[in-house]
């Protein structure tokens, strides 16, 4: 396992924009990385997905064409752009390591977490 670290959330008002990171200091250029993210009293939900190399990515229908995942992996960071933000994306936002290759949505095949970040989108 690797120690992520998010950072980047906040309060914004909807329509408003976000950029949130997760670091390693260790590299991750290898594994492929997702975005998931947990409301009150809701289960973890995927966000997004990117591949090793940053090639390709995949997003939950309820977060496409508003949030872009990238990575920089000199650096050993993977980012998560979020833009025209609503009330509804109000979440703790993770990132993690997938232990194998291919898309993935599920949380299961992810065995490294971040603490997580706060984002807060008020109406």
């Known amino acids: 396992q690797v120690r992520l670290v998010e950072s980047g959330g906040g309060l914004v008002q909807a329509g408003g924009s976000l950029s949130l990171s997760c670091a390693s200091r260790?590299?991750?250029?290898?594994?492929?990385m997702g975005w998931f993210r947990q409301a009150p009293g809701k289960e973890r939900e995927f966000v997004g997905w990117?591949?090793?190399?940053?090639?390709?990515?995949y997003y939950a229908d309820s977060v496409k064409g508003r949030f872009t995942v990238s990575r920089d992996n000199a650096k050993n960071t993977v980012y998560l752009q979020m833009n025209n933000l609503k009330p509804e994306d109000t979440a703790v936002y993770y990132c993690a390591r997938q232990y194998y290759s291919g898309p993935s949505n599920n949380p299961r095949n992810f065995d490294s977490w971040g603490q997580g970040t706060q984002v807060t989108v008020s109406s």
């Open positions: 990117i591949s090793a190399n940053g090639d390709y990515t």
């Open positions: 260790r590299t991750i250029g290898t594994y492929d």
